[in-house]
C-alpha cells in the first residue's frame, strides 16, 4: 500500500497501490475498479495535467492566440502542445463548465446597466448585449447576435430572474462602438422607480460601465477565431464565467465579481477543472495536491511545481 492516500481517477477508491513508473512518473493500479492511472494530475483517459490546461485555459480567456499560448507552454513546461490541441481543450472544457450545475447565487442590486457593443471578426459584424449589475459589476448575462436587435429589458429581467431570483427595477441602456458611448434609455418597473432615478446615468454607473467596456477588448480577441454560430455563443458564455469568477485588472481595480460575495464555487480554472473532473463529488483525498491550487496568471513570476516528464 502506498504511503500517502492516492484516490484512483476512475472511481475515486482508495484501495490502490504503486505499479511501476512510466518517463518519470508513479502509476498507479485500482483494486476496485482495476484500472491503471498515472499520478500526473491529468484526467481519466488525458495525459496533460489540470494546471497545464488551466493555465491555457486562463491564457484564451485573457484574449492570447493559440501561438502564443503554445509558445508560453513550451517554455514553461518544456513540453511542446500543438495547437489544435489547446483549441481542443478550450472547447472542450468551456462546455463542460457550461453543464456544471450552477447553484451559485451571486449578490446584486436592482439597478442594471445594459451595454450593446458591435464590432467586426473577419467579415461578419457581431452585436452584443451584455447586463451587469450597477453595484457590483457582475456579469448578469449576455446575447450574441449576428444581426442588430432591439432590447427588450422586460424579458432579459425575467430570464435574470430565472437564475438569480431577482428582478430590476430599474435597466440604463447603453451603446458602444467606434469609440462612442451614448445612454440610449432607460427601463423603469414602475413610475415610482423613476422618481427615485431623476439624476438618470450617474456617476458611479458611467465608471461601472467605462470598467467593464476596458475588458471587453479581450473578449473581442477571444472571438477573432470563432468557426460558427455556435462556436461564438459557446466562447462568449464561457467568457462570461471567466469575467465573473477569474478575471482582474489590477490597473483599473477591478476584482472578479465573484470573489468579493460569499462562497463562489471556484476562484480558478484549475478549481473548476477540478470539479468537472470529480462531477462535484470529490474524494476525501484528490491528486491534485494544495501546493498546486496556487492561482498562476500567465503574467505571473510564481511557478507551479513540476514533475515528470515536464522537469
Known amino acids: 500500500m502506498t504511503s500517502h492516500q492516492i484516490a484512483c481517477k476512475y472511481c475515486h477508491n482508495t ?18 475498479c482495476r484500472r491503471k492511472f498515472a499520478d500526473n494530475d491529468a484526467l481519466p483517459r488525458m495525459k496533460t495535467p489540470i494546471w497545464v490546461i488551466a493555465s491555457a485555459l486562463s491564457q484564451y480567456y485573457d484574449g492570447k492566440s493559440l501561438t502564443t499560448i503554445q509558445e508560453y507552454l513550451n517554455k514553461r513546461y518544456g513540453a511542446i502542445y500543438a495547437k489544435s490541441s489547446i483549441y481542443n481543450w478550450v472547447m472542450r472544457f468551456s462546455r463542460e463548465a457550461l453543464n456544471l450545475p450552477d447553484k451559485f447565487q451571486p449578490t446584486i442590486g436592482k439597478i442594471w446597466l445594459a451595454c450593446e457593443t458591435f464590432f467586426t471578426v473577419g467579415k461578419h459584424k457581431i452585436w452584443l448585449w451584455d447586463v451587469i449589475d450597477s453595484g457590483s459589476s457582475y456579469l ?6 449576428l444581426e442588430r436587435v432591439t432590447f427588450n429589458a422586460k424579458l432579459v429581467n425575467e430570464k435574470i430572474y430565472q437564475k438569480t431570483g431577482i428582478l430590476a427595477e430599474v435597466i440604463f441602456t447603453v451603446k458602444s462602438g467606434d469609440n462612442e458611448k451614448t445612454t ?27 470598467r467593464f467596456l476596458f475588458t471587453l477588448k479581450t473578449r473581442r480577441a477571444v472571438l477573432r477565431g470563432y468557426k460558427n454560430t455556435e462556436t461564438a455563443h459557446l466562447l462568449v458564455a464561457t467568457w462570461q464565467i471567466h469575467y465573473n469568477f477569474f478575471k482582474s485588472f489590477t490597473t483599473i481595480g477591478h476584482i472578479p465579481p465573484a470573489q468579493n460575495m460569499k462562497d463562489p464555487p471556484f476562484n480558478n480554472w484549475i478549481d473548476l477543472i477540478n470539479k468537472i473532473k470529480y462531477k462535484n463529488n470529490s474524494p476525501v483525498v484528490s491528486l491534485l495536491k494544495d501546493s498546486r491550487l496556487t492561482y498562476l496568471q500567465p503574467e505571473s513570476l510564481k511557478e507551479l511545481p513540476i514533475k515528470g516528464k515536464y522537469t
Open 15 to 32: 484501495a490502490v497501490v504503486k505499479y511501476g513508473t512510466f518517463e518519470g512518473m508513479q502509476r498507479y493500479f485500482c483494486k476496485s
Open 140 to 145: 448578469l448575462d449576455s446575447s450574441l447576435s
Open 184 to 210: 440610449e434609455s432607460v427601463w423603469y418597473k414602475s413610475s415610482k422607480d423613476a422618481l427615485l432615478q431623476k439624476t438618470g446615468m450617474m456617476e458611479e454607473n458611467i465608471s461601472t460601465i467605462n
